[in-house]
């Protein structure tokens, strides 16, 4: 049975649609802050770094369909017109300047129209604005201790609590930043190297031992966002979960006067202390 070359390019535009309309329905699955089930879009972004992400991650998406599409079809009508059947006696042209012209001058055009939102969104990401708040963060086996030099040089370890939701995320103290802020991230390691990442923001650096790395985040929306070690660094590797709470600022005020309390006047709070004093 033969299939005409329109027919086909029908076919070929209904799966291009089918497919985007699946990409577009996996956001309705998306929860804000952490995965979801069924989830294969990007978490909903919660800072401009991440939204610039999401839109450049889309963009890239079009171009490559629309790319591969057009190959396949040049290969369906090469298959379907130049068969040794249906076109017995082969053209013996071997150059056509045109062509080689545009197969050369075209994909430089594509790649230029890649680089410049893909150097822009890079220079985003790594030019680190004036901060309004600075957290250190130190990777640990297997937690996470958090320090607010700007805000009374408390420091507190934040680990996981196996009772709290989501599963796997949730911990007993989470870092808290207020809204619309410009936060700071100083990361090092203690022993080995982790990876801070909270996707929702866009952020992914590695916490390396005798190195301080920095990133910074301006969350745009209050509520709690979560995250993981995504570096490979032990056996509870997959058990350091990262729960960050973005408050108003005067709820961030009252916390750090009661964070000032908890973890710089008792340091047993903390979990390297407790384990010390268990000894």
Not at 75 to 86: E, T, Y
Not at 166 to 195: C, F, W, Y
Request: with cysteine; proline share 6%; charged share 15%.
């Amino acid at each position: 049975m033969k299939m005409s070359i329109g027919r086909i390019g029908r076919q070929l535009l209904g799966f291009a649609v089918a497919g985007m309309a699946s990409i577009a329905a996996g956001s309705a699955f998306a929860e804000m802050g952490q995965p979801a089930p069924w989830e294969h879009t990007l978490q909903e972004g919660a800072t401009p770094v991440m939204e610039n992400i999401i839109w450049f991650h889309n963009f890239l998406l079009v171009l490559i369909t629309l790319i591969v599409l057009f190959v396949l079809a040049l290969l369906v009508i090469v298959v379907m017109k130049f068969n040794a059947r249906a076109n017995p006696v082969p053209s013996r042209t071997t150059h056509n300047t045109l062509i080689e012209v545009a197969w050369t001058l075209i994909p430089v055009l594509i790649l230029v129209g890649i680089a410049v939102p893909s150097f822009r969104l890079l220079f985003l990401e790594l030019d680190v604005p004036k901060p309004d708040l600075t957290v250190k963060v130190t990777g640990k086996q297997w937690y996470w201790s958090y320090a607010y030099p700007d805000n009374g040089k408390f420091e507190f370890d934040s680990l996981l609590d196996k009772e709290k939701q989501p599963r796997l995320l949730g911990v007993d103290n989470e870092m808290v930043v207020p809204v619309n802020k410009v936060v700071r991230i100083q990361t090092t390691g203690a022993d080995v190297i982790h990876s801070f990442a909270v996707p929702a923001f866009g952020i992914k650096i590695d916490s390396i031992p005798g190195r301080l790395n920095e990133t910074w985040f301006k969350a745009t929306k209050t509520g709690m966002f979560y995250g993981q070690c995504s570096e490979l660094c032990g056996k509870d590797h997959a058990f350091m979960p990262i729960a960050v709470r973005v408050v108003s600022d005067q709820d961030f005020a009252a916390w750090v006067d009661g964070a000032k309390k908890k973890f710089a006047a008792n340091p047993a709070n903390t979990y390297a202390s407790a384990g010390q004093a268990a000894q």
